[in-house]
């Protein structure tokens, strides 16, 4: 069972680890918007931006959506609750929400039981954050979350796109 190994192995982490206080601030006041993509983890995604632990307070979702008000609140408490100061938006190439089919998407919620009566209650294409490109994507969030009346005019947005294979970033869009 899976819940055994992550509980035998949390059990083996916590023997061997030096215990370190950290601040809940982020200490380079940097609030990272990203994609939950399983090649973006064990610290992948951080080492490649430089990011240590308690540099960054980090929202991660499907294909680094901010298609509702969860990415934006997110962003508004790192900044008003938890001292961030800037923002960045990382998407990826090869990300798995790009051209994401909506009727693959469907039959499968509605053989795992989903009633068929919910899923008709929603665009599943817009609901999963299916997204054309990953450039476009990024250009996108970072628009919604700078026109947000939530999030103050003088932090800096900025939109990044990744390499999940070498960790190359490259520039999208400068918010300063």
Known sequence: ???????????????????????????????????????????????????????????????????????????????????????????????????????KLKANMLKKGISPDEIAKIDISQWIGAIETEEANVIKGVEKIKNSPFIPADVPVHGLIMDPITGKIDVLVNGY
């Open 1 to 103: 069972m899976l819940l055994n190994e992550v509980l035998e192995s949390n059990k083996e982490f916590v023997e061997e680890f030096d215990e370190v206080k950290l601040s809940h601030m982020p200490q380079k006041k940097l609030a990272i918007v990203a994609c939950m993509d399983t090649r973006l983890t064990d610290g992948f995604l951080e080492q490649s931006m430089g990011i240590n632990r308690g540099d960054a307070k980090i929202i991660k979702n499907a294909g680094n959506n901010v298609l509702d008000r969860d990415v934006i609140r997110s962003v508004a408490a790192a900044i008003f609750a938890l001292g961030a100061e800037e923002v960045m938006l990382v998407g990826h190439h090869d990300c798995g929400m790009a051209g994401a089919d909506p009727e």
